[in-house]
Nanobody, 119 residues
Framework: QVQLVESGGGLVQAGGSLRLSCAAS????????MAWYRQAPGKQRELVAS???????NYADFVKGRFTIARENAKNTMSLQMDSLLPDDTAVYYC?????????????WGQGTQVTVSP
């Protein structure tokens, strides 16, 4: 089992910055993909950004140029630097990890961290 714990959410004014962190613990084999998703009230959960263990990144169009995803494989941690925040970025942000074991893989989610951007 793998546990993912997020931190770093909070309240910020539009135009400000926040940095989210996610730490994986437990019996980790190879978390080859990690990602940040978000869910706003009344909306579906959506992908924000993802990163592979090889460092390949992918961003949703609505965060390109504003958010930066990074990870430290040796520590099984991931971060999301969020700059130029907009009120539309208000949501609960979730950490996701796909852990690949021999002949199997499992997906894990963190408990979520609230990000609120005021106008």
């Amino acid at each position: 089992q793998v546990q993912l714990v997020e931190s770093g959410g909070g309240l910020v004014q539009a135009g400000g910055s926040l940095r989210l962190s996610c730490a994986a613990s437990g019996t980790v084999f190879d978390i080859n993909r990690m990602a940040w998703y978000r869910q706003a009230p009344g909306k579906q959960r959506e992908l924000v950004a993802s990163i592979t263990s090889g460092g390949w990144t992918n961003y949703a169009d609505f965060v390109k140029g504003r958010f930066t995803i990074a990870r430290e494989n040796a520590k099984n941690t991931m971060s999301l630097q969020m700059d130029s925040l907009l009120p539309d970025d208000t949501a609960v942000y979730y950490c996701y990890g796909r852990d690949v074991a021999p002949g199997d893989f499992n997906e894990y989610w963190g408990q979520g961290t609230q990000v609120t951007v005021s106008p």
